[in-house]
């Protein structure tokens, strides 16, 4: 069986599929209410661990557990001293309108569920309503908001201070110990203590004062345990710096970073690394390291090297191994786990403070309170302030490549910074700016006189600002491009302003700058020969988004008789000769 009810204590045996064992009591301290209850509660409980049910975890297992001392506990209080079989609509209903969380809830319903199945204990009606709707359905999660750009820098300085700290605290007591005889006579000296921690760990430390008691080793080492192993052996808090600084640096998911293992990196050359990692919604996942993520796994590694060294060897191999003096519930101090949630909380706690003129400092909230920290937080704020400098515009634009682009854009991208909301406000702007402009008609002079140009196109005179000697080099042919004369190639329209406009020959034919005279007709035609070339080898879907607005364009200039006569696109036509070699084109975009 892959989970049995142990008796003597109450609680449970698991074996789960990744061959762990799991062995935890109902009650550490207190003794267990209603235990025929709770011993049926936890039958049920068996019935829910794989490969019968999806329990596979000893956090799962925990929230069973949980639930049976909840709902035990409010029984005895009700005034209850039955059993399962004496559980009634209005009993069970009591307890769920009080705010039970869902998750206790669904996990009471499901061993209540499971227990019925097994022994048939649960009057009929019983047994319905217990398969019926949740009185707590829960809060659905929205999207998380990143922090401001204030709250983020103290997260990121609080955390890089400490850490830094503690790491350069660290190097000064190894050199000290390191270039040490011996501990020597004065045991209440700092380089004794550290001579110790590093040649024989912290186990016979601990040891030592189980035996003799705190006073008389306070008496003899001149501080307590845990001064005597700082700063060789990190604390919780030095880890729970390391590794929000790390989620910051990498935006990976909490889980991942929890379960991370010394297997799980992997060098690419001298100065870059290759982390995988498990995101437990999804699969196996990877990330190269940027240089200041690299390095803080570097100085982790180096931090940790001394308590890795004395780790049991079953815990080496994992990334954030840690050293607990007072030991755990079930006697453990050298532990792997992530930190708890009242464990962080209490971190950020002893991180309040405020400078000089009042302003939040190190882990303050702008309101003032308590920085609300929350992981996945930490990973929505990593993407919500990655650079997208180099973005394209590719069909697959997604910041993370694990994520779908509809994931990233419900979850990620709508959470954005007031700087950030101002850039896209200002994307937004330009892009309406651009959807007018191409929608204005085109400039085509059927002749190259200034006066006709003035006359006919007012609108588009006033918009260009020319003077008459700029309007003069645009209708002789001096400020011609490959398909029309432009009106300021340095504008910066499609590309650095300043700078020669980089556009591809077709971008003309939309272009407000661009004018059209009947010099640049066989040069159009050769536009309109090589946009035939490319609708035989493109599919429709292909040709449409690249080359149809400026199809469109082209067909409305070359119109016959609608700008220039049909007797001057015949001759134009015949000096085009329907090859690549016409048009100045890159090698890409060349027709097959």
Known sequence: MPATVTLDPLGVHCVFSDGSEYRRPLRVRRRVELPGLARTLLEGVTDLVHPHG??????????????????????????????????????????WRQGVRSSQESALRAMLRCADD????????????????????????GSHQPYSEAEWARLIRTCRDEVDGAFRAFCAAREQASSADGPGAALRERTAHHWLVLHHGPDPLVNEM????SFPFRQRYGVGLRAVLDPLIPTLDVIIAYQLLFGAYTGVVPDGIADLGLDDIEWAGDEKILLSYVKGRTAAESLALSRQATRLLEQWLDHSAVARRFAPEELRPELWVRFTPSGTWAGERWLAKPATRLSICAWVERRQAVDEDGRPAQMTGDDGLPLALHLHRIRTTHDALQDRSHWRGSRRSTLDPNRSPGIEGDHYLTNTTPSQREAVEDIIVQAQEDLVRRALPPLVLATAEMADLVENYPEHMKRLGLDDNALAQL??????????????????????????CPARPWVCLLCPLALFAPRHLPNLLRLRAFFSRQW??????????????????????????????????????????????ELPLRPEEHTV
């Open 536 to 581: 035989e080898q493109m599919t429709t879907a292909e040709f449409i988004p690249v080359f149809g607005p400026y199809a469109h364009r082209l067909d409305e200039i070359l119109t016959p008789d609608r700008y220039f006569s049909e007797h001057a696109l015949r001759a134009a036509a015949a000096e085009v000769t329907d090859s690549d070699v």
């Open 210 to 213: 189980a035996d003799r008691g």
């Open 118 to 141: 097994q022994d048939q204990i649960l009057a009929p009606d019983v047994r319905a309503f217990v398969d019926g709707r949740l009185f707590n359905t829960g809060e659905r999660y």
């Open 475 to 500: 209708l002789s042919g001096q400020r011609d491009v490959f398909t029309a004369a432009c009106g300021d190639q340095m504008s910066g329209l499609h590309g650095p302003k300043g700078k020669p």
């Open 54 to 95: 999806q329990v596979d975890s000893a956090g799962g297992i925990d929230l069973y557990l949980t639930a049976v001392r909840g709902f035990t506990d409010w029984l005895v209080e009700f005034g209850f001293s039955g059993g399962a079989s004496d559980l009634t609509r209005a009993l069970l209903a009591r307890y």
